[in-house]
């Protein structure tokens, strides 16, 4: 049974160009939510996805966009890169939209230049 | 989501018992407690939550105070394998989502 799934693994970018990360959720999961983790601080939650819809946001800029296919796997969209943007983002899948039991991929590590 | 205190690190012997205190004095009736890790260069991994009782499974124990206001994730011995950051969160069943703290590095030490 595999897990979550995320690519690439490294991506490197430059600053203004745009990004798509891709995700595979485990199987059976309907749910994706999107981490952002910054070099020695713990993930950021930037947003969750079910039934196709973006469900809940955190505190990201509208750069940030995702989307949810059929299969109940998930991308994330990343525009106008920053510096700051750098970082480890983490898909993470569940079943259902209230559950605190996640399971994580292993990340894309995004470096912008 | 209540907040949440934890040590910024802390050390153990390899094949002892490791504590890992977690405050969180403002957590409401229908807030759950939840422990993750992350070793390096991985995800998250989900280890335990609970609710008011203490819960115990195949990777850790979960003691929760009476009053909900503190909690213990216990590694009854832990290995090498197990240094990675501990974080505990404190999130109601309807969000969905988790609010990740600094956490506690774990060392444990041969």
């Known amino acids: 049974d595999a897990g979550v799934t995320q690519s690439p693994t490294h991506l490197i970018k430059t600053r203004g160009q745009q990004v798509t990360l891709r995700c595979s959720p485990k199987s059976g999961h309907d749910t994706v939510s999107w981490y952002q983790q910054a070099l020695g601080q713990g993930p950021q939650f930037i947003f969750q996805y079910y039934e196709e819809e973006e469900r809940q946001r955190g505190n990201f800029p509208d750069r940030f966009s995702g989307h949810q296919f059929p299969n109940y796997s998930s991308e994330l969209n990343v525009n106008a890169l920053l510096l700051g943007d750098s970082a480890l983002y983490l898909c993470a899948s569940s079943l259902g939209t209230g559950i605190g039991k996640l399971f994580f991929g292993s990340g894309t590590q995004l470096s912008v230049l | ?110």
């Open chain 2, 1 to 110: 989501d209540a907040k949440t205190t934890q040590p910024p690190s802390m050390d153990c012997a390899e094949g002892r018992a490791a504590n890992l205190p977690c405050n969180h004095s403002t957590i409401s009736g229908n807030e759950y407690v939840y422990w993750y890790r992350q070793i390096h260069s991985q995800g998250p991994q989900y280890i335990i939550h609970g609710l008011k009782n203490n819960e115990t499974n195949e990777m850790a124990s979960l003691i929760i105070t009476e009053d909900r206001k503190s909690s213990t994730l216990i590694l009854p011995h832990a290995t090498l394998r197990d240094t990675a950051v501990y974080y505990c969160i404190v999130t109601s069943s309807n969000t969905g989502k988790l609010i990740f703290g600094q956490g506690t590095t774990l060392q444990v030490k041969p």
